[in-house]
């Protein structure tokens, strides 16, 4: 009977939400934006590319708009986990070796930014990077100081502005995994390397980052997976000229008022989640062994 | 040493949930005759029909930033009702909520194009007239419109225009929609993120309707939207005039409550009605269809809409105003509001870019062709 509650809220929080998403899935939308039930593929036909309406006047042809935005969903999310991890790492390594009272502070300073809304946050990022923003206005001042000729330099409504506060939003969740695991990494080992005459540089590519990688692993899988259905970023820093998977999904539901399509494409972002996660935790595991460790 | 992390990040879950619980007392009815003033110091006005409301809440659902705050304290005041208050960013995002089965709201202010729509499915209720007061002050140029023949489901509120905006100090004078093309304007002009607008105004430099559902017009206005984009620096349809005002642009498609803001914070820019006639729009008052407090809500709508509260709105939200007793008693009473709102060609557009002005309606099947053209022209 112990088992009956996480039953229930299993079923009732996600198998039948997924259950009515794939029914609606396969559903018609009407002229006003309502479902008829029916089955029908078409809404994963016209995500593949099968299309209706083309420029040459053939009555079917291939459009790759709907793969090309998966595409460029899935190649931000990685682009997002690479930089988040060459970021979060030399600070979590920082914060995990510096003294044992101060580590508490450099924690509370990753963690206090988190308690703004985020999309707060995101409006400091646009004056930070507009064109009369906070960067070019300094290096503006700068260029003065020493004569030099100065034109602002475009940053906000960008694709770099995107991968800008994608890197940011979600920096703290790979900086926690990778600082735990660094954290427990037993001192003696180090002096141990020591000992057996390891170069630092030895000693952090086979004892320290051996040890760490739990820790990365678990920040991917906090990092990869939400950063494929984000839409607030390149709705705000792109100035909605970055249009991917989330933001697609997002105007179905509304704009277009089309929740067939819209919950074809959910589902289709659902399972290629589900794939990229599965080989990758095939490979290297969910980081289980600092949440058991 | 187990759950560590896990513990850390439901922390931080839990810290980026902010709870805000709101314990306001019922406001009490009044009953003297004494003037009461509201927290921004306004005299409320007494209602020119006091009617009987036994209801004790009123629930709004009304665009962000579309209501005096006058108007509640004022209303609560009178009325003894407390009134709870949601807002919506766009007619969609209300139209999901509603045809959703949710009927918890007493009124909501539809944009033209969805009125149809919502009427068709039974989302609206027919107004008892008999109860409204203040027919005979609504300006007759916005009422029996196509969307509403005879004024069956709605009221006027406000309309406007989506006119160019431009800083004339920066850039030439744009006269057209077809002049946004022209290279000199690459990578200057902020868009209203909106589908329907940004094709339709397509459509008029190609001399087709705003409205049309005939996919080869469409097509074409897909290809020359497509040359557009280049010149287009962001689409924004929360505040538009924000980068505009902080220069990240130049000239922009907008509402013109949001070119008013923005030439009162700079002079520079200047309002220009294109050639092939501008879009116009209207927000309108209208009851959901299972509204829990009608009696609330008529005595909302009449005491909002008389003359010496509706003039609030020339104040906070300067677009074209429907209450003909607004717009004398601002005149009679309140100069300082009334002269700038009628001397700036944004807000008191010229009659001929009225006349000229086309309406968006409802496409039907022919939104999601819409949504298609404008994703595939965005991702690109």
């Given amino acids: ?275 990229v996660t599965y080989f990758y935790t095939k490979k290297f595991g969910f980081g289980e062994e600092i949440v058991i460790g | 040493m187990k759950s560590k992390i896990w513990t850390i990040v439901s922390m931080l879950l839990l810290g980026a949930m902010v709870l805000s619980a709101c314990g306001s ?97 039974n989302l609206l209720q027919k107004l008892d007239k008999s109860k409204l007061s203040i027919m005979g002050d609504l300006d007759p140029k916005y009422m029996n419109l196509p969307f509403d023949p005879g004024n069956e489901y709605t009221l006027p509120y406000e309309g406007g225009l989506d006119a160019i905006v431009y800083n004339s100090e920066k850039v030439s004078a744009p006269t057209s929609y077809a002049d946004l093309w022209k290279p000199e304007y690459a990578g200057k002009i902020v868009l209203l993120d909106d589908s329907r607008v940004v094709i339709g105004m397509t459509l008029l430099t190609l001399g087709y309707d705003v409205n049309t559902t005939d996919e080869a017009q469409l097509e074409e206005a897909k290809a020359k939207l497509a040359e557009l984009i280049p010149n287009v620096k962001l689409f924004d349809s929360n505040s538009p005039k924000t980068a505009l005002i902080a220069g990240d642009v130049d000239l922009g498609v907008v509402w013109t409550g949001e070119a008013y803001t923005a030439d009162q914070e700079n002079a520079a820019f200047e309002f220009a009605y294109p050639s092939e006639g501008t879009i116009i729009w209207q927000d309108n008052y209208a009851i959901p269809v299972n509204a829990p407090h009608t009696d609330a809500v008529y005595a909302w709508i009449n005491y909002t809409m008389q003359g010496d509260m509706f003039f609030l709105m020339l104040r906070d939200f300067p677009y074209l105003n429907p209450v003909t007793t607004a717009m004398e008693f601002a005149k009679a009473n309140h100069p300082d509001i009334y002269e700038p709102f009628a001397n700036s060609n944004i807000t008191n557009p010229p009659a001929e870019a009225v006349t000229a002005a086309h309406q968006i309606t409802d496409v039907g099947d022919a939104t999601t062709l819409y949504d298609k053209i404008w994703t595939e022209v965005k991702g690109e």
């Fill in chain 2, 25 to 121: 007392a019922a406001p009490e009815a009044s009953t003297d005759g004494e003037a009461f003033t509201t927290s921004t110091g306004f005299v409320c006005p007494e209602p020119k029909n006091k009617m009987e409301v036994t209801s004790k809440e009123l629930n709004l659902f009304v665009w962000t930033e579309y209501i005096p705050v006058e108007w509640k304290e004022c209303y609560e005041h009178v009325y003894g009702v407390t009134i709870n208050h949601d807002e919506y960013s766009s007619n969609e995002e209300m139209y999901a909520k509603l045809s959703s089965g949710s009927s918890a709201y007493d009124l909501v202010q539809p944009t033209d194009y969805i009125v149809a729509l919502m009427i068709r499915n």
């Fill in chain 1, 1 to 275: 009977m112990l088992v009956s509650p996480t039953l229930v809220i299993m079923i009732g929080l996600l198998i039948i939400p997924l259950l009515l998403t794939m029914i609606i899935s396969f559903g018609r939308r009407d002229p006003d934006g309502g479902v008829i039930y029916t089955f029908t593929l078409a809404n994963y036909a016209r995500l593949m590319g099968y299309s209706t309406n083309c420029d040459t006047g053939a009555a079917t042809c291939f459009d790759p708009l709907y793969i090309q935005i998966l595409w460029k969903s899935v190649t931000l999310a990685f682009q997002t986990t690479f930089f988040v991890i060459m970021l979060a790492y030399p600070l979590s390594y920082f914060i995990a070796r510096s003294r044992p009272e101060r580590r508490n502070m450099f924690l509370m300073m990753v963690l206090v930014p988190l308690w703004t809304n985020f999309v707060i946050r995101v409006y400091a990022w646009m004056m930070i990077l507009r064109t009369q923003g906070v960067i070019n206005g300094f290096v503006g001042w700068l260029a003065g100081l020493l004569g030099l000729p100065f034109t602002p330099i475009e940053m906000l409504y960008t694709p770099g502005a995107v991968l800008v506060g994608m890197v940011y939003e979600f920096l703290p969740f790979m900086i926690l995994p990778i600082y735990t695991s660094l954290e427990k990494i037993d001192n003696s080992l180090y002096e141990a390397a020591a000992d057996l005459g390891a170069h630092p540089i030895h000693t952090f590519l086979r004892v320290t980052l051996p040890l760490s990688m739990p820790g990365v692993v678990a920040g991917t899988i906090l990092v990869f997976i939400p950063v494929m259905g984000t839409f607030i970023v390149s709705d705000l820093l792109g100035g909605q000229k970055v249009i991917l998977v989330g933001n697609l999904i997002q105007r179905q539901f509304l704009d277009a008022r089309d929740p067939t399509f819209g919950s074809a494409a959910s589902l289709v972002l659902m399972v290629m989640t589900l794939i």
